[in-house]
């Protein structure tokens, strides 16, 4: 089933595309960093570039997706935005693009918990805790969860 990585740009982005590009399934990510297009088409992913912070762009990029892999960090570090002016404010873009493109599970890469907009745009979630941890390690989480029958 076809999952979409938000921030597949941040520094965690590359181990979790690698992770879950290796499965059945078509694999999409969203990123703000144009540089990042090649390399992420060159194993397979499809790729979409817009605003992190424009909901009707993770919702375009998401239609039809069945599930999120939602990369936190996307929405604190140094990339433009421009329709949310904070972190809170992106995170209720992000729920109403995935909520309009009908995903149905997330699975929330962060230290922080879900926010509760994202938590009841899908019917399903779980988090990834990322302290002190190896990339790799999280993203074989993450891989272990979009496979998973129920989260």
């Not at 992106?90 to 907009?117: C, E, S, Y």
Request: hydrophobic residues 50%.
């Amino acid at each position: 089933m076809p999952v979409m990585i938000i921030g597949a740009d941040t520094t965690l982005g590359p181990a979790i595309v690698d992770a879950l590009a290796g499965r059945d399934g078509e694999v999409r990510a969203f990123v703000s960093a144009t540089e990042a297009i090649d390399g992420l088409r060159s194993r397979g992913v499809k790729t979409a570039v817009g605003d992190i912070s424009d909901g009707t762009h993770i919702g375009g990029a998401a239609l039809h997706a069945f599930a999120a892999v939602i990369i936190a960090e996307a929405a604190s570090d140094d990339r433009e935005r421009a329709f949310a002016a904070d972190p809170a404010a992106v995170f209720d873009q992000w729920a109403d693009g995935l909520r309009d493109a009908g995903v149905t599970r997330a699975i929330w890469v962060a230290d922080t918990p879900i926010p509760t907009a994202i938590a009841t745009a899908v019917r399903e979630h779980a988090s990834v805790v990322i302290t002190d941890r190896d990339p790799n390690d999280i993203a074989a989480e993450v891989a272990r969860l979009d496979e998973a029958a129920t989260l």
